[in-house]
């Protein structure tokens, strides 16, 4: 990855019920990035909500982005109304191509996949979808960020800060993402270990499931249809 | 503090120039609460936009805010534009006088301090603002999360989502919380250990320091003012 002085231009897509941190989380980290410019594309330029209620805004639609240097994927519940919009996977195929690094956090990781950009890629996603990422033909990869060529994949949500603070040290070196980790004093103190599916107790890991267990169908049935029209074949 | 099934009113303070995350870090969290209603208030219901960009949207005026059982207050660069304010200053003292918890992220404790709120308590802010924390009368303390009282102190920026954790813990037991860090994934690997004064390279801490250095005298010179206007004797 070329480490240059030039600007860099940092997007991120946005749509209807994203989940919040999925964005938010790595744009504290990318828009401190020296010499880029961060900024959020959708649809059109109206405010989204996302899935627990807090209003984005785009800076400008789709069409108006410029050529990425960095696209930003992020997911959340939301990411099922994109997932067979070809405004939007045509949109990210297309930046995607020319970008230096592609980013997704979380199930935006399932938006890359519709794209059918996951083909042959290791990869990951939310533990709550990441039985779902054979079926965009990708390589599942159990870690907290995952790095593939060019593709950095967060896995759920607040992970979206440790492969952004990747994705900055990519970009310009380990001392630029180190003065962002200090600025935004990070050095965590989880309160508990429940935060992934090996560590949480089997009560607290039974009522996660069952609160997104809809999504997760909904996301199951989607995944088998993006297959087949990806021409994937599903694993049984 | 009184575990019952009563719905809970959580609300955030904002305005321009906060740091993104000291609000979206927590509300992640908050939100997800069960039986709870997270809202933002600003001085008007004019969006804002964060120190670096993002905008953001009040839902309702501080005027139209209920009793908040929950008051969160973030910082950010733009907390000095409301260390003035009475308007926003007399709301946090009111609202922090009827709420089950009042939480502050960042330098939010330094509105708190201005509100008055910090004499004899003890309390941590993020580590660029950390000496001034005397000014306002409160004893310095070196945690990641200080909780004094009804009080919840988390230092800077990320800090927030380890400080909302604990909120979610006192509001509505140890399980509940744990299923947020779940559903969120909540399970750091900061790729550095340069999160902190203590762990960061001194190339890297100069740089922090530096780019912070205006932002930090003006900081200063405002925490004098106050401790004027409260009364409070200025440590040597």
């Not at 109206?46 to 960095?70: F, H, M, N, Q, S």
């Not at 159990?142 to 949500?157: H, Y």
């Not at 088998?224 to 990806?230: I, P």
């Amino acid at each position: 990855m070329a480490m240059t002085d030039t600007h860099l231009q940092i997007g991120a897509l946005i749509f209807d019920g994203l989940d919040q941190m999925d964005l938010t989380g790595p744009f504290e980290v990318l828009s401190r990035v020296p010499n880029s410019t961060y900024r959020i594309f959708g649809k059109t330029t109206t405010a989204v909500r996302d899935g627990r209620g807090l209003v984005l805004k785009p800076d400008a639609t789709l069409a108006d982005a410029p050529p990425l240097d960095v696209l930003h994927v992020p997911g959340g519940t939301g990411q099922e109304g994109v997932m067979d919009d070809e405004d939007v996977l045509g949109w990210v195929r297309r930046q995607a191509q020319g970008a230096r690094i592609v980013f997704s956090v979380c199930t935006g990781a399932l938006i890359l996949g519709a794209a059918g950009l996951l083909k042959g890629r290791r990869a990951t996603t939310h533990w709550n979808s990441f039985h779902l990422l054979p079926l965009y033909g990708a390589i599942p990869v159990n870690q907290r960020v995952v790095i593939d060529d060019k593709f950095v994949f967060a896995s759920g949500v607040s992970s979206g800060i440790d492969g952004a603070l990747r994705v900055a040290a990519l970009l310009r070196g380990d001392e630029a993402a180190q003065v962002i980790q200090l600025s935004m004093q990070y050095a965590p103190e989880p309160p508990f270990a429940s935060g992934t599916l090996a560590t949480a107790p089997e009560a607290v890991l039974a009522a996660a499931r069952q609160s997104m267990g809809e999504i997760t169908e909904k996301r199951e049935q989607t995944a088998r249809r993006v297959a087949q029209r990806l021409g994937i074949k599903a694993p049984a």
